[in-house]
């Protein structure tokens, strides 16, 4: 990918949404379903103080469209036909709606035991779904296999370069609403993290350019049950933890060793962050605390607004920093409810 | 409410969304959950030369935020505390959304029938749930002698004129996106026709400021087996025709005898329109054939491009015509799909 050098010149004032951001990633096209710039709006009672980007207000849904618009322009542009991906989430139902948008043909390497139910939105934009037998891994290497033996793109949200360039439009996003100023810290749930480094380099890009005064302490969010990120952060490892597989309500942070999980624990430590870890109770305390206030999310970006608060009452958050906590993902994503609740 | 008279002087520069047309509602102040425009994009396939207006990307996945973004503020003004209202579908979870942030306590009566997993939104958004015996009209009389013996306020998305005149905001919005014009033809799902009702009002106010020369002709769509407006408007009647009850995975249009069924009428006339009904099976067409082109739309949704293909094969919209169909909510808002498909 070219280098990019920011200039507010070279925003393009007529194109709505991420295509504004165009000639800062570096592309000549990113792919479209019309997506504006997400909420970004102050937090009520118990999030006082604190601000939320709405992430679940892209096209599909997730923050991941940030990331799928970035990619499939520049797989329009290479003429691609075909793709592989492995995800049974956000990511592949995502990836499948733009690549609807443009033409593409998608097929999606899930573990046999998704279900249906969350393999819907991307069968609906018309992926192939190839179920792998064995665990979320052996997905992978087969999307990677299949990619080998066909020629067909992977077009993976994982390793592709442009879907984490992708992410930077956040950063770009909200400095923008903030009427040109990063704030002093952002809260984002972490499970492969492109959001995480993504924002990270974007707010780094716009240091750089001097149109910046700081770059964000940047926190991420994890599970105890499942908390490999956390894990390393706390000890100051570079590699994330092993840790065993356990589940949680938070389906979209429980990833086991992301490529980019030495990248995100430096950013988190660059930036004067950390990658913290909530309980589940916490996760549905703040899953419920954020809808009596107007805002239903995905349990994976409650871990965010429980992190948030869990920041702020250890002092780690002073009261009067900037700080905005992200809900990657709207409610409706996720038919998971509070255990016992109902 | 006070009458209003459109400048483009009076609209706000610096507020966000629906804000930006306060004065032009002639509010002092809406409720806001960060909600900007929603995208406006070109159809392609089967859809190309017309356009689509992506309702579902508003804050509760459903074109109703207009309305309760309005309604709401107004409540606000008012300081009202409580208020009661019956719907157990999207305005509902709307009215709910925006009640939360403002901090007034709903009510919302619904048939005893109805599935707790359609009812999820508004219980996350804290309203208490009410469920009332017998059919629909049931919950909405339970509602008025709630409101008749507690003194709470009657928030109802079908009387409040508060929330049709938010609607307008869809026409406001739309003129703005097409660079101050109005379309040729408009074509939305109807079944209460608050939408209908408010964009057409909306468009008459931008034609009698002289900011627009035309008024889009307004075609309204529902199902074949269940068509109170489509029956009157093929037979010239000023009243909803009386259908027997139906089912259809459309469930946004099954409403009986809606209190604006006479004007809705008679703005489909006025406009050169018409309202429309489709087949279940065209319903399911239309869905498929957005999703595989990266939209992922309700099945109410999707009557609304069903009909805008009948209304072109049958030359009623020729093809250069501006068209706009209104996909008026996500796709994330329902769990059916296509009898037979899975």
Redesign the interface.
Known sequence: MPPVALAVSALDPDAP?LARYARWLGVDTLE??????????AG?GPFAGLS?K?EG?Q???SFKDRGSATLVGRLSELAVGHVVEDSSGNAGASLA??C??AGIAVRLFVPESTP??KL??AA???AEIVRVPGPREAAGAAAIEAAETSGEVYASHLWNPYFTRGMSTFAFELWEQRHQQAPDAVVIPVGAGTLFLGAYQGFLSLREAGLAARVPRMFGVQVEAFAPLARASESGSKQAANVAPATSAADGVLVANPPNAPAVLEAARASGGAIIAVSEAALWDAH?LL??????VEPTSAVAAAGALVLRSAGVLVSDAETVVVLTG????S?A?RPGS?
């Open positions: 949404g479209s379903l019309g997506e504006r710039e997400t909420p970004y709006v009520t939320f709405v207000l096209p599909t849904g709606a733009y609807a948008r249906v139910a819907r939105q609906v934009h018309g419920g809808g009596v206030r107007g805002l239903f709207h409610g409706l994503k038919a409810s109902g």
